[in-house]
């Protein structure tokens, strides 16, 4: 058997397993298509698969045309392999399928089967059921249309009257529009093997892909469903766009490993919005480049999203998390490129401890969070005790995620407030969780004065409590600026002379979401 | 005054008041639902047709376009299929334009006659950091009386689903031995 897919320099395909597999599948075929009679199921190892048996064996290597990319677009087309997806002999006169196998790693398939008299067809299909079902894959994927078809490549009918061996290899060309679905099926078991391979299992939940040329549907993942969807608009498909793919993946992972409370909604990589919403996006993109590095791509730490027109570019714009692009804007915990950076950084940059505390702390601790976000990352990295050998609060501070005390603590009580002069800003931080930052300032009876926070990142939601002379007892207070600003303002008018005091707190009445949070804090005479 | 987040931004309309069922209903949605979708470019463009137009004749498009961040640069871009022609309005823009602000380009172009058309859109948006992001938009121009034909996959019944069907042998690699 000719085995095309060891062309490819992929460097996870080496020359020699491939060899060696090509020869199993050859032995294994001949072997059964010896045997005879009987039509049982049987499987061969963990590499192949043979349905039936007879005097009938088809066989051959299924692949599809992969476009290969960089940050600059596409730059390129090569075949690769179609993995462990699912093969159907079918009956060309009636669409009964006879008989049913699956291609290995290598895209080989080997199949038995008795003389029939009806003609056949060989079918690969976008999915893995044969070798989910059979217990092989831990995890079973399907890329399918609107109307939840499944995508397939088939051979020309032949005839299958007398007994030999059949030789038929498929291909899914980029031009002939199953390259795509193909490529994001690829795509999807890069993401599932490296789940595997991290978590030692997979989920039952069926990972369900939908992708069909034209969809302006959008690209996104969705909890409604627990299913993937990709664009297949002639301005911006997705098919081959794999770390796209992969950063819907990553959602996915979340929802079925880990716990998401994003809100969801539409999201640029330079804004800065609910912190909840930049952890989603943030472990999903790194969560992507983390496949692509186990998997041995190059330049894994980039982030490439094509127009997916013919040819080479195409580019729209693309993004590297390592040493963020954007970087101005790559700051806080209520970005997403930041949140990327930082996780990426623990694993494969300036801390390299690699995937597995990562991983412990989103699949074991987040889900005890309330409202997940980088800050409890933050927390379940040092009480599931990596943080004393791989601490990453410089790797956090370079983003200026001030997961940190300020500089004028201890000021937790009225007793502890600092003096502050008029019209002067201190910048704080909510740290650790509970922190009251306390100040006093001196007030002129008849005197209007403003008291604010402002300057908030990191998700912080202020709140502040203005208190007279004897600092218990409450005048008035704050919580947010307006409906769309979480700082806090209050406009108050001294009516006695005095020293006041003035608490602020992050907000933590109901809808509260986080506990931490940088700020500056003024008094100034208005 | 200490108010719960969660309720006054849902308590503005009768709609949302305390045990309405819409408003558990939306509650429900809001946090057992969430879409998360792909990572955006900080530049937004929605392409609309202005009014059907008479074929043979004008087709007014506005082509709307919000920089999310300051640029150096920002080009606006229009590509017509073969056949169509601009009557009016700038093919190939440049230029910088005021963030978080919707900027509408209009054009007219000439419909020749009742065919589909897909016209193209697209924005590039250069970053004062020299970083360069782009989006793409489209649009079909389908005339009165004229119907999107669906391109209709070979589709077959499969063991217990549908299948669509690609040619996919390979005549050169494949042989009967």
Redesign the interface.
Known sequence: M?N?GCRLYDSRYKILPCLFVSICCLLSSCSSGSSGGGGSSSTSGNESIITGSGSVTIS?V?QYEDRTFDSTGFTGTQYRAVRFADI?I?NASN?G?IASTATDGSGNYTISLSPTSASVYV???TSTSVRFNNGLKGYHIEV??G??????????N?SIINP??????????VS???GGPFNILDTLIDGAEFVVAKNGGFTSNKLKAFWY??STD???????TNTLHFLG????S?SYDDT?IL??FG?WVSNNFSK?N??????????HYDIRLAW??GW??FFGSSVRSHSGYSNPHY?V?T?GGSGNGN???S?EIKTP?????ATGSDN?LSVASVLWNIFDGSLSVGFSGIWDVVKNYLPSAEEVSLEDFWDGWFIKGYGSSADPTSLFLARSIEYISDSYENDNSSGQAKSVTLGTSYHHTYYPSGDEDWIKFDAANGTTYNIETFNTSNGADT?IFLYSTDGTTLIT????RS?TDYSSLILWTATADGTYFVKSMA?S????IAKYGSYDLRVSVQ | MIMDKTRYKTQNSGLFHENSPMRLLILVFVFLISLSSKPLPPVDIIMELERQPEVPGLAIINVKVTPLIEQSDLNVQIELPEGLKLFRGVERWNGILEVNKMHTFQYQVYIPDKKIYEIKASVTLRLLTGETVKREEGLEIIPEGVKRELKKLPEKKGKDRGVIEFKGGDERKTNKK
Do not use: M, Q, W
């Open positions: 000719e095309i051959g299924v159907e079918v669409s399928i079918r690969c299909l399918v249309n109307g939840s078809s499944v995508y397939s490549i088939v051979s020309d032949f030999g061996i059949y030789s038929r290899n498929l291909n899914a060309s002939g529009g199953a040329d034209g959008g690209t996104y993942f969705t909890t409604a608009k002639s301005t911006d997705d796209v950063h819907e959602h998401d994003s809100p969801g909604g539409d999201h640029t990589i330079t804004g989603s996006e999903a993109t982030y999203d127009s580019l729209l714009f993004y692009s954007f970087s101005s804007f997403e709140h207070s704050n919580d947010d409906l907000y009445g109901s809808g509260a």
